[in-house]
C-alpha cells in the first residue's frame, strides 16, 4: 500500500470518529432540550420544579456519561483497528522492499 492509500484509510478513520461525535452531540442537544422543556412547561410550584430539574439532571449526566463511554469505546476500537491494518501493510512494504533488494543485489552479482 502506498502513502497515498494509507492517507485515504487514516482520512476515513477520521471522517468516521467526527460523523460518531457530530451524532452524539445532537442527541445530547436534543435530549437536553427536550427535558428542560418538558419541566419549565410543566405547572408545578418553583421548588417541585427545580427539585424535578435536578433529579433529571442526574439522570441525564448518567446517560451522557453511558453516551461518551460508548463513544470512546468506537473510537478507540477504530483506532486499534486501523493501527493492525497499518501496521501489517507496512510490515509487507517493508518484505518487499528487502525481496526487492536482494533481487536487485542477485542480479547485479
Not at 72 to 98: C, G, H
Amino acid at each position: 500500500m502506498d502513502s497515498y492509500q494509507k492517507q485515504i484509510l487514516l482520512t476515513q478513520l477520521k471522517q468516521s470518529i467526527m460523523k460518531s461525535g457530530k451524532v452524539f452531540l445532537g442527541l445530547l442537544a436534543g435530549v437536553a432540550a427536550g427535558a428542560v422543556l418538558g419541566i419549565l412547561f410543566a405547572p408545578d410550584k418553583g421548588t417541585n420544579t427545580r427539585k424535578k430539574m435536578m433529579e433529571k439532571g442526574d439522570d441525564y449526566a448518567g446517560a451522557v456519561k453511558e453516551k461518551f463511554d460508548e463513544l470512546l469505546e468506537t473510537i478507540n476500537d477504530k483506532y486499534e483497528s486501523t493501527k493492525a491494518v497499518v501496521t501489517e501493510l507496512v510490515s509487507k512494504e517493508k518484505r518487499m522492499i528487502d525481496e526487492t533488494k536482494k533481487e536487485l543485489k542477485n542480479g547485479l552479482s
